[in-house]
């Protein structure tokens, strides 16, 4: 397959950018200034720039792509650019003829037994409020999106940080996914194997999904 990650020197997407070249597909990574992240960028992948909230720039780099893999985060006191971008990365894809998988955030998810979301926990941070609530509006823009945009929304679990590819996790939709003590995390390796996954097999189109050990 052909793929375009946009984000790619960030923690999940040059994890994702080393998958998929794992697993044999052509790699366009993409990132605003190639020179400045090029040590970030995994080997074999061709280094393009690219502004992820600019719909041409989304809709040049998608043109004659399989799949495009969005993973970028805005910094602290920009999180609203997440709404500006995923508006672009839908427009741009749709020009350009790809499907689109962009990596959310949890604050949505459903918390089991409490019929409220990760962000209405009484311990949710105060300092995530603002990014919980642009990835809130940023899957609002994609449940939104005509249908001419192929879309898919990953929300990763509680707690997601570096670790080891094992391979294993499991899904799920709008719930958050926790173990028998709890616990809802995933490995960034692991993330970026079940954002392959759907990218090789899609079963969640024009949907938002999740995983977990």
């Keep these: 397959m ?9 923690q999940v997407g040059r994890r994702t950018v080393s998958e998929a ?8 990574a993409v990132v605003r200034d190639p020179a400045r992240y090029a040590s970030a960028l995994p080997p074999g992948a061709r280094r393009r ?13 998608s043109r004659g792509q399989d799949v495009v893999i969005s993973a970028t985060r805005p910094g ?18 749709a020009r350009g003829g790809a499907r689109l998988l962009l990596v959310g955030g949890a604050s949505t998810l459903t918390v089991p037994g409490t019929g409220g979301t990760v962000a209405d926990a009484p311990d949710f941070p105060d300092d995530w409020r603002a990014i919980a609530a642009a990835c809130a509006a940023q899957l ?4 939104a999106a005509p249908p001419a945009a192929d879309w898919t929304y990953l929300s990763p679990p509680a707690l997601l ?11 799920g939709s709008d719930t958050l996914l926790t173990d028998p003590e709890g616990r809802s995390v995933i490995s960034m390796e692991d993330f970026a194997v079940a954002l392959l996954d759907e990218a090789e097999r899609p079963r969640h189109r024009r949907a938002r999904f999740t995983v977990a050990y």
Excluded: I, N, W
């Excluded at 052909?2 to 960030?10: D, E, H, L, N, S």
């Design 2 to 10: 052909r793929m375009t990650v946009f984000g790619a020197a960030g």
């Design 21 to 28: 070249l794992s697993r044999g597909h052509e790699v366009t």
């Design 49 to 61: 720039s690219g502004d992820a909230s600019d719909p041409a720039a989304v809709a040049r780099l």
């Design 76 to 93: 602290a006191g920009r999180e609203q650019e997440l709404v500006a971008t995923a508006e672009a990365l839908l427009d741009g894809t």
């Design 140 to 143: 609002g823009v994609c449940r």
């Design 161 to 171: 940080e570096p670790g080891k590819r094992t391979g294993l996790y499991r899904s």
